[in-house]
């Protein structure tokens, strides 16, 4: 695989917790909500249709997948899925486990007020949910 | 194919712009960002999971197509892509088209402020050039 450079804002706010086929799944540093991250190693993607046929659709995969095993762990209403990359240019997927009244319903997460670190037992406890459930 | 039914606020809040081979295109009734929507015609579908492999194919170059021309068309500097779809359940993904400093840069798109209708000129303009670019 060749040389792949995750951007220093992703780093610094997420940590990995496996690599898929193509993506590195990631935990991002906010425990508000289940929220994690797809970011395919590759460089130089910005938008989705920088990524080959091939790497799109595993990217799909690699989105299902992860939605199915999120929702399955979390027993959340909705799953969001969210490309947007205004601030980080780098591609990312974020997927976020929403319910009902929680802290942005029905709202969208991103920007919404102050990130609340995670306590180790409870990021434990879920990461480890969730990977049993891949 | 099997019958598909609109949710009712995705009617009122779009315009069918065509339908491409899974999904109908649609346009967002708010004219502060060039801001179009796919919806897969599928009954039934909540989150990607529930789509078939092939319909999440499908999606993807669907996806990947129509944003390549809404950049193309708008010249923004990023697309959002985004599937919330905490108050309407019917599966339905958002692509916008974001420019710095535009009415909610760098923020999400989805509960800022009210919409703003197009003005027939600009409406027929927009998609008489998004359709010619796909």
Redesign the interface.
Known sequence: MPIFNLDERLARDTTLLTRLGLCQLRLMHDSRWPWIMLVPQREGI????D?T?LD??M???E???T??AL?QVTGC???????????V?QFHQHLIA?SEGDAA????V??HGEARPWDDAARTDFTTRLLDAL
Chains 1, 2 share one sequence.
Do not use: H, S, Y
């Not at 910005?46 to 249709?49: D, I, K, P």
């Not at 319903?105 to 969208?108: A, I, L, M, N």
């Open positions: 910005c938008e989705v249709f990524m046929p799109q659709t990217l799909t995969f989105t299902a997948m939605a199915k929702k209403d909705k799953i969001n899925v969210g490309a947007l990359g205004n601030q240019r929403r319903w029905p709202g969208p991103w920007g």
